[in-house]
């Protein structure tokens, strides 16, 4: 078989050079005519960067320090970045349609109805997160100005939805910690009326200091009645029943042991006719002060509890007022954008190099099928005439 090199060709492109540098110069120019037709687009940017996302009051205090995380931690345990929602905002049909408003992007565009304004702009525009969490915004027009108007109106329209949406997060918050702070209050009397009851019910001042006053005062009426007792043994074997001193000091003793008693608490006297809550100034019978003390230490805990939950739910609903009433921006402009200097497209001098090279190579290849064809005319006849002869019987 006969081997060819690259100076066999050669000869080729040389017999049909007029066809290539025709062809060539033809789509050349047909394409630079071509791209001057078409309309020219020019894209402005602008660069933003979302503050620090504040937690909300009731997630930063059930997760210390959650206001402080970075933005890439802060999606991992559940808490909104603000990026993120940055784009939800931008890519909605109800920003995307105040922008159209405002520039008359229905004439501008010659859109036949609002609606496909607002989509031909949503084709228009670009939007890119960066790892920081910046966000780079691109809009895409017929003129210089129009590009650049719409990327700030777009930013600016951004920034304002932005903090119209957290206006409506705080409102919301504080609606429900205003419920929340009013049943807490409800729940806070209740258990107050409740451990108040139980306090006059029982005598229950300070229970810790009254016990340990009982106790004092149960230890001076015991000795003092043992002394007693000791005394009226050694008096009643000194002299008859129906003495003076020893009924004097037998009535003593009987009162020591009843008010030792007492103090104490003895079930059969009580059912007897003990002395109420109001008679008794130290308190309960200390008896009855285990289980009293149970009692009176879960009631306090559930009052208590109830006041550490209202001054939480207080501050959280103060705060949530302050996030209601603020109205400060939202987003920082790094990079405003300005009319750009360079149209974006059409990039005629690549169209039109693509289509003379394009152009080139097809020549080339269709003169190497002509000269192919012309080489062997004669066999390729002869198909065709066989092809014909096949064909009419």
């Known amino acids: 078989m006969e081997q060819r090199n690259l100076l066999d060709y050669v000869p080729v492109l040389v017999k049909w050079r007029r066809l290539l540098v025709a062809g060539t110069l033809a789509a050349t120019a047909a394409a630079a005519g071509v791209s001057l037709l078409l ?9 933003l960067l979302p503050p620090e996302e504040e937690a909300v009051g009731i997630g930063r205090s059930l997760l210390p320090g959650a206001g402080g995380l970075p933005l ?3 999606g ?25 408003d405002r520039h008359e992007l229905v004439r501008v565009y010659e859109a036949p109805h609002r ?5 031909w702009l949503s084709e228009a525009v670009e939007s890119e997160l960066g790892d920081d969490g910046s966000l ?11 590009a650049a108007d719409l990327a700030n109106t777009l930013a600016a329209l951004l920034d304002s939805l932005n903090r119209e949406y957290r206006r409506r997060q705080a409102s919301s918050l504080r609606g429900f910690l205003e419920g929340r702070v009013r049943s807490t209050r409800e729940e806070l009397g209740a258990d107050a009326s409740r451990l108040r009851d139980f306090q ?4 229950v001042v300070d229970i810790e200091a009254q016990t340990a006053a009982a106790v004092d005062v149960a230890k001076g009426l015991a000795f003092e009645l043992s002394l007693k007792q000791v005394e009226l043994g050694v008096l009643s074997r000194q002299v008859a029943s129906d003495h003076a001193d020893r009924q004097a000091l037998a009535m003593r003793v009987d009162e020591l042991d009843r008010q030792l008693r007492a103090l104490v608490g003895d079930l059969s006297r009580r059912m007897g006719g003990a002395p109420g809550a109001s008679e008794r100034p130290l308190g309960p019978p200390l008896k009855e002060l285990p289980g009293l003390m149970q009692d009176h230490a879960a009631l306090t805990l559930q009052v208590k509890m109830r006041e550490e939950v209202l001054l939480f ?21 790094l990079d405003p954008a300005t009319p750009p200097k360079a149209r974006s497209a059409p990039r005629r001098a690549l169209l039109t190099a693509a289509a003379g090279g394009s152009a080139a190579v097809l020549l080339v290849l269709l003169a190497f099928l002509l000269e192919a064809w012309q080489r062997d005319g004669a066999a390729h006849q002869q198909r065709l005439e066989a092809i014909r002869g096949h064909l009419r019987k």
């Open 136 to 146: 780079v915004l691109r809009a895409t027009a017929a003129t210089p100005k129009l």
């Open 39 to 47: 309309p020219e687009r020019w894209t402005a940017r602008t660069s």
């Open 313 to 333: 739910l207080g501050a959280q609903l103060e705060e949530a007022k302050v996030r209601e009433a603020r109205d400060t921006p939202t987003l920082q402009v």
């Open 72 to 74: 890439g931690l802060a």
């Open 76 to 100: 991992l345990v559940g808490l909104p970045i603000p990026s993120e929602r940055l784009l939800t905002l931008l890519q909605s049909r109800r920003l995307l349609g105040l922008a159209v």
């Open 115 to 119: 609606d496909a304004a607002i989509e």
């Open 200 to 203: 006059d019910a029982h005598g």
